[in-house]
């Protein structure tokens, strides 16, 4: 007798959702993985993307290559409105899924705290069109800053603030100082880059929050080496599209501000209310199973894992994310086979960022380690992780020509990008 | 006594600009070159952006970069809005700018003839966002095929309509016929492809009306081994949204209509209404100066030089542009010293067009060939064209992973793109 095969929906095509889906592809399972975009991206290089160093082509690789010989994984861009786990079902933009079991592999978004009201003014890094409005609005600040309009001051439209000392903050920070360093100076000899100040605000005593003292303070030297003003212990408190003013009430002109300051849960609606934890984040047990509902899991960013280790649940890395769709998938099939699941473990294996050319810093769980050597590490890690050949040699050798030149490759203005809107009255 | 120099204003980085503003970079005058993008682009790889064989940064190129050494040539992105003859003078979104001699270089735009109501429902491939929003409409069409709505047939999501037999549209008809062949299967197995038809209309007898009968009748064969129908003598009539039809009244159903069918020039205004020749193009003299008024001059598409050999002005090849700003170089300078100019006589190196791998057609004046030569050679002039080292390799590069893995390295949908009123009722 033919039995109808079991189907695990994934929603979420990052890091998480494609681990699992990849350990399922051999599995007696149908799999159904669903995103709103038709790529997967790396998330921790989209900072280079905004900076004109790579191109979002090369961080991104559509879901359906990564699966094309998977008989058993379809995938479907689509949007997902609303689980509604009596019946089963998704509600999605392409129609109603029905599922065996599901998994919301969904990750974070944005969080702007008290500058929710105001964010139309910021920009962002979350995701590649974000990125490339970012890359687009500060060479099209650099453009204005030329023809000398008296409306702004030079400095308003040249200073950039970033609020956020996490890897994305200093990482990007880092990334923009170089270029102003190396790249702004050939391409707009004109232009009076004193004028252009780079300021990074972190609310936290120390930069890189979740890595050691080493890597935080090191990190700090190397973001002011490049000449930017960092400021810890420092809090935004309002921004009104011209002007950033802090907690202590200093205030800083600039028209681009960057916010990287966090990121919450990006769950699905249709959740029992006391399954969402703080962050926004969804509530899991050891099988990343969801509290107060049968057949639903979540990974990666949008599953909080809380233990007393951890009250707070793991951290938000691509790691963890990966390291539990592996899981998950062999515990799915213990699960239809009526076994035991395994209860999840997390192997810290470190974690690193990178601030600039032969600056970077890495905490391995023996050796904690920064410089040329951490930097080459790292861009080892980066290429290695890229999706796809192709993307890995082309990342590789606009990189290569970055160190050798001092140069970055890009830098067009495809798509002109405004704030919405820039009065706030 | 320190005398001003000579302020020669250049509209337009296309490859008439450029190669004028390259010229003049040693000369003892002053160069502003003005685009409304802050990149320069290499118009005739569009289709390869369009149809995910490049990426935009492959064929784009900062214009900044282009002149970064030399000291006498600035940019300003901004658009022109008027020229004013008798003040010397150019109204532009930055201001108004002074001129010495204006050099009008503003290249060409779409012609959309009969279809000009309904040009928002064509899909373009004049720019770079225009490829971009093709490439994003086509996946995304492949991908509302799958979900099975049933508002619209399959055949009417997947059919593509190319509008015109020239260059570009034998082009991207190759290309997406490829693309159909050897990309779709493995990328979107449950589709049925049979459903999907290319069909290529051209009004005229022949493709490739400027080229020979060879690169002409081959081209035909070819477009017919990739699966394309091809329709001569096939004029266009009407498009609702839904479905094209030609003057015979035949109909063929489809989302996608590609527009290719013609330009025509992009002048500026302000400029006396009898310099205005057909085509939309500036009558221009044999020193590429404009008729009627003084110390201005126009190259490359927007200019039409009528001569008894050609009645309509050269075409609208890059070469032409080149050899018009080349020359002009030299003219503005014995122009400012008084001397006599040179009279302007193109040299016709030959034309080609790439159909798919291994099919291109090449007509050179004493020599005509198509096939594998045809389409390394192809290949050599188009990469070796291209504006940069690092943009020269990575292009290499992604038509080798293409040549060698039947594949296009690139399908993102980074924006959705929706055109812009679907019911023309």
Redesign the interface.
Known sequence: MLKEKIRIVIVGAGFGGIELAKALRKSPVDVLLIDQ???HNFQPLMYQVATGGL???SI?Y?V??IF?RAKNV?F???EVQEVIPEQKKLKTS??ELHYDYLVIATGSQNNYFNFESVKDQLLTLKS??EA?NLRSFI??NL?KA??N?AEESLEEIMNIAVVGGGPAGIELAGALAEMKRFVLP???P?LDLSKMSINLYEASPKLLGTMSEEASSKSLDYLRELGINVFLNARVHAYDGSNITLEDESSFRTDTVIWTAGVKGAPVKGLPQDSIFGGNRIEVNEYNQVKGVDRIFAIGDVAAHITREEPKGLPLLAPVAQQQGKLLAKNLIQLIRKKPMKAFDYLDKGVMATIGRRKAVVDLKVWKFQGTFAWLVWMFVHIMSLVG??NK??AF??WM?NYFTYDR???????PYKKRNKSLD
Do not use: C, W
Request: net charge positive; aromatic share 12%; charged share 25%.
């Open positions: 975009h038709n790529y191109e979002p082509g991104a559509p359906r290559r094309r379809s479907r861009m689509a392409i129609g590649i069109p490339l060479f099209q453009e030329l023809t309009s050939k391409d707009f004109e050949f192709r040699i082309v050798f606009d020509v490759p890009l830098g067009l203005i495809i798509r």
